[in-house]
């Protein structure tokens, strides 16, 4: 079992700690933006970077994923939250403390079980414009802090861009000025100097100016207090009802966070040359999310910018993570009061930046470009996340993902292979083939499970085929990519097995798998069937002795 903080030794113990107060100056003004989406205290976001970053460095095999609550999180826990109880309440604080634990069990069951494969099922398109509308949403309430426009931050996106409308006639002049200014700091900044946290800078300044000049007299909303002291362990106290209401959301919370996170994981350690367990990291993720629940803060997943700054930085351990929380607790213990006056319009600009490439608009346009289906698929998801529901629109990502993956394979390649093994024309061409493999045979491959989306294609093309192809005496199936026969799959096959008898045309199987044929003997579809061990084995036994002049 790996050690935990893998890869940590003296000599880097110098440039991962420098990375970690990076990332501290990282952290600390977007978790204080995500709270307050979310519609929680800036201290949840802030207490969810220090038990819960500790325990998942502690557990998780990846040694750069970063864990924290991130845009997608904040808003998923707004959105769900905000029908149950009143954002700021304290009905909706416990609530989001249960929904972490819920989601921290429910990512203990997926590593136990093994469940992770079922992330694969959010597909890239299906992300994006889970995603995109999320951070759209987001990106409207941003919008109105840096405007200086009261909005009600918990409702609907058309509600949202209604209120952000109708009080432009309201919006703040100072505020506006420093969101711009901010905004030009940053986009600015990151280009001539990326590794400088500008973030951090962009708070202390705006704060520092908001101070000297009184502007918050003016009208520029600010953070306002922040309870100081380190996260203290505590438990929800909810009705049942209400625990199990907050399943769904987080349902969708882990799902969303095992596609990406896993991924993100993966791809680093193939990067970077060493082995992740994703059964590892799904536990380290329940662990981090549960304690997240107990000690005040909410919902953690993966950072996939903050993991790509330290890499960015140099880092290849978990030490930053650690640093991270050490300086956030220190931050909790002394420095709350330099947070309370930090201006909403500086918040705003810093999370409205970072969500910005969340959006997806570059995503899209390469999927318009690669595959228009998939666009669609992408852009239902994101119309269906801003203008019905992020809960909702997670429902029917999976239900485009099932759509798509019964369209996929209700359409398998199946080929009439050529003497020589190529594949001809395809039988699902509109054309018919009308070749043989060899005079009176036709090999034929079909490159999918059979199952109930595509047995009756199966079957009707090798009807076809056979139909269209005169002189044909045997049929041989090449079952080399044929990894698995369901019932319906099953009951096409023996239809078309009567099909080829009641016109006396023999049929055999080439190149089966054990597991195959152990499953067609189980469903009867092996009886007396010649098994050849090659394609050209069978067309040696089979062909006409025209077909080896």
């Not at 703040?172 to 986009?187: F, K, M, P, R």
Request: aromatic share 6%; charged share 15%.
């Amino acid at each position: 079992m790996q050690r935990p903080l893998a890869g940590l030794t003296w000599r880097n113990a110098a440039t991962e700690t420098i990375a970690g107060v990076t990332l501290l100056a990282i952290a600390v003004p977007l978790n204080i933006g995500y709270a307050q989406i979310a519609g929680l205290p800036p201290t949840a976001g802030l207490y969810a970077l220090v038990v819960p970053a500790i325990v998942y460095a502690l557990l998780v095999s990846s040694r750069q994923l970063v864990a924290s609550p991130d845009a997608a999180a904040a808003a998923l826990v707004a959105s769900s939250l905000g029908g149950l109880a009143v954002a700021g309440s304290a009905g909706y604080l416990t609530m989001a403390f249960a929904q972490a634990i819920i989601c921290g069990v429910l990512f203990a069951l997926a590593a136990v079980f093994k469940l992770g494969f079922l992330a694969n099922f959010l597909s890239k398109p299906i992300l994006i414009g889970f995603v995109g509308g999320l951070a759209l949403d987001i990106l409207i309430s941003q919008l109105a802090k840096m405007l200086g426009v009261k909005i009600d931050s918990g409702g609907e996106f058309v509600d949202k861009v209604a209120g952000l409308v109708t009080g432009l006639p309201t919006l703040n002049g100072w505020s506006v000025l420093i969101a711009a200014t901010a905004v030009a700091v940053l986009v600015i900044g990151r280009r001539l100097a990326r590794a400088v946290p500008w973030a951090l800078i962009v708070l202390i300044a705006a704060t520092v100016v908001v101070v000297t000049t009184g502007l918050e007299q003016q009208g520029v909303a600010v953070l306002g207090p922040v309870d100081a002291g380190p996260p203290t362990l505590t438990w929800p106290v909810l009705p049942w009802a209400t625990w199990l209401a907050l399943i769904p959301s987080a349902i969708a919370l882990t799902m969303v966070t095992m596609a990406e996170g896993l991924l993100v994981a993966r791809s680093y350690g193939e990067k970077r040359g060493y082995s992740t367990s994703p059964n590892r990291d799904l536990f380290a993720f329940g662990a981090a999310n549960v304690a997240a629940g107990a000690t005040g803060g909410f919902a953690v997943g993966s950072s996939t910018s903050r993991t790509a700054a330290m890499d960015q930085a140099g880092s290849r351990t978990q030490w930053p993570t650690v640093v991270a929380a050490v300086g956030t607790l220190l931050l909790l213990l002394f420095g709350t009061a330099l947070l309370e006056h930090i201006p909403s319009p500086a918040i705003g600009a810093i999370v409205g930046i970072a969500i910005l490439p969340l959006l997806g608009i570059r995503d899209f346009r390469l999927l318009w470009k690669q595959d228009r289906f998939e666009f669609i698929i992408g852009a239902v998801c994101f119309l269906a996340t801003l203008f019905i529901g992020a809960i909702p629109g997670i429902v029917i990502a999976f239900v485009l993902a099932l759509i798509n993956l019964a369209k996929r394979a209700s359409t398998p390649a199946i080929d009439v292979l050529a003497a020589d093994g190529e594949p001809g024309s395809s039988l699902l061409d509109p054309a018919p083939a009308g070749t043989a493999t060899a005079p009176g045979v036709l090999v034929i491959r079909m490159a999918a499970p059979l199952f109930f989306a595509n047995g009756s294609v199966f079957s009707d093309a090798v009807k076809r085929a056979v139909s269209t192809t005169p002189g044909v005496h045997h049929v041989v199936l090449d079952l080399e990519a044929v990894t698995d026969i369901d019932v319906t799959g099953a009951e096409a096959f023996d239809s078309l097995k009567t099909w080829l008898s009641d016109r006396s045309v023999s049929l055999a199987y080439t190149r089966p798998r054990r597991q195959i044929i152990d499953r067609m003997r189980a469903l009867d579809l092996v009886t007396d069937e010649t098994i050849y061990p090659t394609n050209r084995a069978a067309l040696a036994a089979l062909a006409r002795p025209e077909a080896t002049d």
